[in-house]
């Protein structure tokens, strides 16, 4: 006989663990434990420093995907959750995966989607407060399909002012598009300050940007693609 599932993790204490630069994490998809991780060095991307190369302006000024928000958050975190080539294993268990569904029921965590031909090839997740987002993962089953999703993270978070977007750990890749590494008491800093902000959630920036590309006669992708002055 099988032991009950853990419950998730309640929705109040996760946030506050967010507000404290705390995160869940497991071992293994089946793991029914989490644990919880204060890094001694942070990763974050300045929301003034994002390095969107000419060839990912290119991209995400034609337009190649359509991009929503909010629109498939359960089957975000089910991509990102997947086994890969490099990664067969994914600290995203199910009871991580059933926390962060009842997060975003209450609107403190969202998605945002790439898709093309009617399909989910893109996309990332994270928990979003006041002037804060902290993204937790991404995944590409298309070219720069997750760059893209990021490119419209950064646009968003900067419309709806927003000051701190955590990446939580350093990768190459991640330092190829403008994150920098501070140290755990710096970021706590840069939380509490960002955390204090009257920003707007991801959505209503979401509606914001549409509404404003709309008022130029231009596609929000091409509003993006212009308002970038960063290159790599």
Request: charged share 20%; net charge negative; glycine share 8%.
């Amino acid at each position: 006989m099988h032991a009950p599932a853990p419950p998730p993790i309640p929705a109040d204490m996760l946030l506050l663990a967010y507000r404290n630069g705390i995160f869940p994490m497991s071992d293994s998809r089946d793991d029914p434990e989490v644990f919880w991780v204060e890094p001694k060095m942070r990763a974050i991307l300045p929301l003034d420093g994002f390095a969107m190369s000419r060839s990912l302006r290119k991209v995400v000024r034609q337009g190649r995907f359509t991009v929503t928000c909010n629109t498939a958050f359960a089957q975000v975190i089910d991509e990102c959750a997947a086994p890969r080539a490099d990664h067969p294993e994914s600290w995203i268990s199910a009871r991580i995966a059933a926390s962060y569904r009842a997060l975003h029921a209450e609107g403190h965590a969202h998605s945002i989607e790439c898709w093309r031909d009617g399909a989910l090839v893109g996309g990332l997740y994270g928990v979003g407060f006041n002037g804060v987002f902290c993204g937790e993962s991404m995944f590409s089953r298309a070219d720069n399909a997750s760059k893209v999703a990021l490119a419209w993270l950064v646009a968003l978070l900067r419309r709806g002012g927003a000051t701190l977007l955590d990446c939580q750990f350093m990768t190459d890749h991640l330092a190829s598009l403008g994150a920098v590494e501070i140290a755990q008491a710096r970021y706590c800093e840069l939380l509490a300050v960002a955390g204090a902000l009257d920003a707007a959630s991801l959505p209503e920036s979401f509606a914001v940007l549409v509404a404003e590309a709309e008022g130029l006669g231009v596609s929000p992708d091409q509003l993006i693609a212009q308002s970038s002055t960063h290159t790599s």
